[in-house]
């Protein structure tokens, strides 16, 4: 009886013991690096993480909300001494898979199908999923509706076209409207940049490689769209935003008052909203191409996992977050705090409709038909030369064929090289 005592109670005293070293072991530490936005983004990416840290004790995160995020990721990454989570644009992504500094998201990240295709594809290298995206925006066209009023114009609706958009912009300018400074309207602000025109680009059925694997960035369906966007200006019933009394990008011109037009993304709302609380505008889908093709682009990042934390005791825990960060109740916490960016799950669309307004529907809209404007690793020189060409043909020095045919020559150069 004795000795049946004794073994109980050692029983005990082992089991207190290992509980009590159980229960003081250290928590996973995960470092976890992101940029820094406006104050309030801010603040409620801090509110996650604590939420996060007081839903899972035993993970422990040292967070770096940071305005120089770019440059302190590139040398973490040129170190090695990089964080176990961190956030990823669209376009770095495929220099960071071929670095092998990624983890693979394959059968890590939750409910993927409830993602929007443009955006698993946008994080997706050679048929993986690296990560999920946290959030998105896409392109549309901000519009006057004063303006629109004051030429005697119907507002633009879903199926208007590129013809009808051209034919307001025409009507607005010859108007003679002016801003309450006296400044002349012109119908739309074209900026220089081809993450604008790509989206007639892709709406008029253009791509960088055709069917059979052969650069068609040229293509005559490519030229019409360029040749599309630089009319606006080349006609004089739109202008580039310097030219729009030296404002800075399309938001500002737009803002402003000194075009009734612009193809901006839903970052703009916030701007007008606190810049240019008077301004009457509203949105509207990018209008139809010639061949009955619509088109958006897609711009986004996400939440990814370092390759490091493969195989060790912080992999479960870095997907955890994740996962945290970007699933069903994370999305629907974004939709909700109403930052304009949109939440990367179509079960999240009506949340942020609710909160943004159902009258900004044309940027939900456009996520069934973006796309992610990322060309592929190793075309640097190519896009350096279409922003070149761009630049040229607003500026008038280029034809559309000529910045167009510069460009794909290039791409040429470098497929060949890469055969």
Known sequence: MRNKWFVLVLAVVLALAFGSQALAQDPVVLRVWTGSSSPAENAFKEAQFAAFEEANPDIDLEVLISPDYGTQIQAGFASGDYPEVFTVGQFDLPSLVDSGLLAAGTDKIENPDDIYPALREAFTVDGTLYCPAKDFSTLAVFYNKDYFEQAGLEAPTSDWTWDDMYAAAEAITNADIKTSDGADVVGFSAGADRNRWLALFQANGAKLFDDNDEVAFDSPEAVEALTYY???????????????????????????????????GNWAIGYLNTDFPELNWGVVEIPVAPNGGRGTLLFTECWAVSSQVEGTDKEEAAWKLVNFL?????????????????????????????????????????AEYAWAPVFPLGYGDFTTAVDEGTTGVMDGSLTPEEALQNAAEIAREIKAEGM
């Open 230 to 264: 630089r009319s606006f200006v080349e006609n004089g019933v739109g202008d580039v935003p310097s030219n729009l009394g030296g404002a800075g990008w399309n938001g500002e011109a737009f803002g402003r008052g000194l075009a009734a037009m612009t193809i901006e």
């Open 326 to 366: 970007t699933g069903e109740q994370g999305a629907l916490a974004n939709a909700e705090a109403g930052f304009g960016v949109m939440p990367s799950r179509a079960s999240a669309a009506d949340a942020w409709l609710q909160t943004s307004g159902e009258d900004l529907a044309p940027f939900v809209n456009g």
